[in-house]
Nanobody, 130 residues
């Protein structure tokens, strides 16, 4: 069964770091682009950062610029989160979208594209609190 497994969340103090991982089971990430999304209670799930596996193009939403780094290797996609703030708290999900649906890496990170994604991880909780 094809699925994504995201992990790496936890409780961290403001200013701390976490590294989230997203691994695919049952399919290869080679043919997909990956987005990291965050959801907080009462708000719509929003993209944080996206990467196209084919050429390693990346895009960061404003909330992530300068603090988060999206990367990948042969087995997983990662989101390194540094200088964390309380407002970064939420459930983080990775999601995969087939490359044939992707126009630009920026486009796959825009609001309103959630329904286009093919696979979603189960989510990992990130809590930034002193």
């Amino acid at each position: 069964q094809a699925q994504l497994v995201d992990s790496g969340g936890g409780l961290v103090k403001p200013g701390g770091s976490l590294k989230l991982s997203c691994e695919a089971s049952g399919f290869s990430l080679d043919y997909y682009a990956i987005g990291w999304f965050r959801q907080v209670p009462g708000k719509e799930r929003e993209a944080v950062s996206c990467i196209t596996v084919s050429d390693d193009s990346t895009y960061y939403r404003e909330v992530a610029k300068g603090r988060f780094i999206i990367s990948r290797d042969d087995t997983a996609v990662y989101l390194q989160m540094n200088s964390l703030k309380p407002e970064d708290s939420g459930i983080y999900y990775c999601a995969a979208i087939t490359l044939r649906k992707v126009t630009t890496v920026q486009a796959m990170c825009l609001p309103g594209v959630l329904d286009m994604y093919d696979y979603w991880g189960q989510g990992t909780q990130v809590t930034v609190s002193s």
